[in-house]
T-cell receptor, first 113, second 114 residues
Framework: GESVGLHLPTLSVQEGDNSIINCAYSNSASDYFIWYKQESGKGPQFIIDIRSNMDKRQGQRVTVLLNKTVKHLSLQIAATQPGDSAVYFCAENPSQAGTALIFGKGTTLSVSS | KAGVTQTPRYLIKTRGQQVTLSCSPISGHRSVSWYQQTPGQGLQFLFEYFSETQRNKGNFPGRFSGRQFSNSRSEMNVSTLELGDSALYLC?????????????FGQGTRLTVV
């Protein structure tokens, strides 16, 4: 079936570096995307979202980029901190699926100081 | 503003038993979705309820069921538990008035089937 996937299962960076986490999606009907952060023992935490009529959205230290041509989504974290260490998931919402989200497998971000 | 509350946090059940998990959404949110998270399959959508009606359903057997009450609280039930049902069960709430709205997750219920 169609699903969201991630390019790398793990990413290790140094504190202060910028991090880029990538995600590929295959459902062309998806028109809403969310990035979540999940820390050990906790539920996913909403980071930022983007709709298909946009190609970029910025939040506090985070930027999401959407390239619909190649069905690619990325999350950029500026000045990565140890507290950013977690598993990051991208999720897509096909327009016909209500609020159901299809999640990728996740990328584990490790930040060393 | 209180977040999404799931109870219990941890649960141990025996194969063949049934279990009921509870989710209280954020105040004002009318949509509740349930997800199963396992190391092998990741996060998978179970079903979604909006205004007491199941609006969407994932690809899970009929042993998995749910309901939503008039106050938007939701329960999910798993009957005839199998070892493979061991997972973190997550509930997400959203305003749900239209599609494509932010969904906020609870801490989850860790179910272990022995």
């Amino acid at each position: 079936g169609e699903s969201v996937g991630l390019h790398l299962p793990t990413l290790s960076v140094q504190e202060g570096d910028n991090s880029i986490i990538n995600c590929a999606y295959s459902n062309s009907a998806s028109d809403y995307f969310i990035w979540y952060k999940q820390e050990s023992g906790k539920g996913p935490q909403f980071i930022i979202d983007i709709r298909s009529n946009m190609d970029k959205r910025q939040g506090q230290r985070v930027t999401v980029l959407l390239n619909k041509t190649v069905k690619h989504l990325s999350l950029q974290i500026a000045a990565t901190q140890p507290g950013d260490s977690a598993v990051y998931f991208c999720a897509e919402n096909p327009s016909q699926a209500g609020t159901a989200l299809i999640f990728g497998k996740g990328t584990t971000l490790s930040v060393s100081s | 503003k209180a977040g999404v509350t799931q109870t219990p946090r941890y649960l141990i059940k025996t194969r063949g038993q049934q279990v009921t998990l509870s989710c209280s959404p954020i105040s004002g949110h009318r949509s509740v979705s349930w997800y199963q998270q396992t190391p092998g399959q990741g996060l998978q959508f179970l079903f979604e309820y909006f205004s007491e009606t199941q609006r969407n359903k994932g690809n899970f057997p009929g042993r998995f069921s749910g309901r939503q009450f008039s106050n938007s609280r939701s329960e999910m039930n798993v009957s005839t538990l199998e070892l493979g049902d061991s997972a973190l069960y997550l509930c997400a709430s959203s305003k749900g008035q239209t599609v494509n709205t932010e969904a906020f997750f609870g801490q989850g219920t860790r179910l272990t089937v022995v």
